[in-house]
């Protein structure tokens, strides 16, 4: 995570593993049962980097897909750079993922045997190129998500319960 600065706007500083966050899926591990996480390059133009470094990206609608032995990047949202001229990109174009070829291969026979997705979870500058993180995935079911909810919510209360009585309190 970036640190805070001054008058509360997140300052350009990385995370402990060198990662600085451009955009994060909030909706995908609620949707989600994540299997398998893959590290992607993708392929940009200048001015979407510029857009990027600027924390400017929406992995709301993204998805992945394999075409052709490739797989692409859809619904991705880069708006276009603030100081660009007739060189702006298109915010929504399809951008390639860079993947080992083993990889690919092994998310091919994954998403084609059924019920299996890609979805991106970040995106975030490694070492001055852009990275994304994409989840080999399963939807869940609305029972699913109620039991998730539920389970989490009585794992607060019990650490809320050990809390007050290492305090002594009773309630």
Known sequence: MAKKGKGGKKSKAADADGRRVIATNRKARH??????????GVALVGTEVKSLREGKASLVDAFATVDDGEVWLRGLHIPEYSHGTWTNHA????????LHR?????LIGKTQEGSLTLVPLS?????GKVKLELALARGKQVYDKRQDIRRRTMEREVTRELGRRVKGMRG
């Not at 949707?31 to 992607?40: F, G, K, P, Q, S």
């Not at 083993?102 to 092994?106: A, F, L, N, V």
């Not at 995106?123 to 070492?127: E, I």
Request: charged share 30%; net charge positive.
């Open 31 to 40: 949707n989600y049962v994540i299997l398998d996480t893959y590290e992607a």
């Open 91 to 98: 915010p929504r174009r399809v951008r390639k993922l860079l």
């Open 102 to 106: 083993r990889q690919i291969e092994m």
């Open 123 to 127: 995106m975030y500058f490694s070492g």
